[in-house]
């Protein structure tokens, strides 16, 4: 088959819209369909300083490196989660990925800052809840501590159908009243877009192996992806029956979100020992890793 544009052999079909496109203008799209989606939702605007979180996966190499060549003034964290090779591995590629796109790379290792690993933790939560939680906090604090307006994640349309559907599936309407592209920043909660939202996952690929971006592809060991992966492979069929499935969930569920908020806000505190947002006298992250003084991220520059 042949590009839609030009009659070169074609790189890729996409499915909604359907199209064939070559290497060329399949990465043209896609970087016109990030500016878009950035403007449509806005979610950054030019001359915000922002903070890419790079984990080394495809999502988030992708969106540092396409915010960099968009022109946003951007800098990239990673965190080392301090899971065993699976951590020094991510690190390394992250390392990789910063360097080919140009972006400076910060590094927050958590072994070395907390005394221990995710998995390390003599507790009885699981630990993807306290990895979520350590991750949010590190990312917010150091954007803040640092003065970024912005911080950017890599999740596209597939996270989030996925994420949707399985709230759904449970009636989560707490996670149900937190979707979309853009968390406003409120107070010392820096803000937080998802400049890949209406991207879908196959097209996250395509973009990274055409512009050249090595990626972890291992799972990390703690993860208990099934549920996710089952959502997403429920969702690929659906999508191809019917193609643009996954984009009416998502843009219907924008919709009706409303339904899902809280009328009465919870008033936040600031915690004792950090003085970050807390609902009660000490936040659940400085509560969960027993701190009694709070981090410092402060980078010193020149
Ligand atoms: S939450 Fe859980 Fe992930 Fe943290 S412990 Fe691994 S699987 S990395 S997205
Ligand atoms: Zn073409
Ligand atoms: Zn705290």
Same mark, same amino acid.
């Given at each position: 088959?042949?590009?839609?544009?030009?009659?070169?052999?074609?790189?890729?079909?996409?499915?909604?819209?359907?199209?064939?496109?070559?290497?060329?203008?399949?990465?043209?799209?896609?970087?016109?369909?990030?500016?878009?989606?950035?403007?449509?939702?806005?979610?950054?605007?030019?001359?915000?300083?922002?903070?890419?979180?790079?984990?080394?996966?495809?999502?988030?190499?992708?969106?540092? =490196?396409?915010? +960099? #060549?968009?022109? *946003? /003034?951007?800098?990239?964290?990673? !965190?080392?989660? $301090?899971?065993?090779?699976?951590? &020094?591995?991510?690190?390394?590629?992250?390392?990789?990925?910063?360097?080919?796109?140009?972006?400076?790379?910060?590094?927050?290792?958590?072994?070395?800052?907390?005394?221990?690993?995710?998995?390390?933790?003599?507790?009885?939560?699981?630990?993807?809840?306290?990895?979520?939680?350590?991750?949010? =906090?590190?990312? +917010? #604090?150091?954007? *803040? /501590?640092?003065?970024?307006?912005? !911080?950017?994640? $890599?999740?596209?349309?597939?996270? &989030?159908?996925?994420?949707?559907?399985?709230?759904?599936?449970?009636?989560?309407?707490?996670?149900?009243?937190?979707?979309?592209?853009?968390?406003?920043?409120?107070?010392?909660?820096?803000?937080?877009?998802?400049?890949?939202?209406?991207?879908?996952?196959?097209?996250?690929?395509?973009?990274?192996?055409?512009?050249?971006?090595?990626?972890?592809?291992?799972?990390?060991?703690?993860?208990?992806?099934?549920?996710?992966?089952?959502?997403?492979?429920?969702?690929?069929?659906?999508?191809?029956?019917?193609?643009?499935?996954?984009?009416?969930?998502?843009?219907?569920?924008?919709?009706?979100?409303?339904?899902?908020?809280?009328?009465?806000?919870?008033?936040?505190?600031?915690?004792?020992?950090?003085?970050?947002?807390?609902?009660?006298?000490?936040?659940?992250?400085?509560?969960?890793?027993?701190?009694?003084?709070?981090?410092?991220?402060?980078?010193?520059?020149?």
């Amino acid at each position: 088959m042949r590009c839609k544009l030009c009659g070169r052999p074609a790189y890729i079909k996409l499915h909604y819209p359907r199209m064939y496109l070559c290497e060329e203008h399949f990465v043209e799209y896609f970087e016109r369909k990030v500016q878009r989606t950035i403007e449509k939702y806005k979610l950054l605007r030019k001359g915000e300083k922002i903070l890419v979180a790079v984990s080394g996966g495809k999502d988030s190499a992708v969106t540092a =490196y396409v915010l +960099n #060549k968009l022109g *946003y /003034d951007m800098e990239c964290l990673h !965190i080392n989660l $301090g899971i065993g090779e699976y951590s &020094e591995k991510s690190e390394a590629y992250a390392r990789k990925q910063c360097a080919i796109i140009g972006a400076p790379l910060h590094i927050v290792r958590v072994k070395e800052l907390l005394g221990y690993g995710i998995g390390e933790v003599k507790t009885r939560r699981p630990p993807c809840s306290y990895c979520g939680l350590t991750k949010r =906090y590190i990312m +917010n #604090k150091f954007a *803040y /501590d640092n003065g970024f307006d912005a !911080i950017a994640t $890599g999740h596209n349309l597939d996270d &989030e159908a996925s994420f949707l559907l399985n709230n759904i599936l449970h009636w989560n309407t707490e996670y149900l009243a937190k979707g979309g592209p853009l968390l406003p920043g409120e107070g010392k909660f820096v803000k937080k877009v998802k400049p890949l939202y209406e991207l879908t996952e196959r097209e996250v690929v395509a973009y990274a192996l055409a512009v050249g971006l090595e990626y972890i592809v291992e799972e990390c060991p703690h993860a208990r992806g099934a549920t996710t992966l089952d959502m997403k492979a429920m969702l690929n069929e659906m999508e191809e029956k019917r193609p643009g499935t996954k984009m009416n969930f998502v843009k219907g569920y924008l919709r009706k979100r409303h339904l899902f908020e809280l009328r009465e806000k919870v008033e936040l505190k600031e915690c004792k020992v950090c003085g970050m947002p807390a609902q009660g006298e000490v936040c659940s992250f400085c509560r969960f890793w027993g701190l009694e003084k709070p981090l410092d991220f402060r980078v010193r520059r020149g």
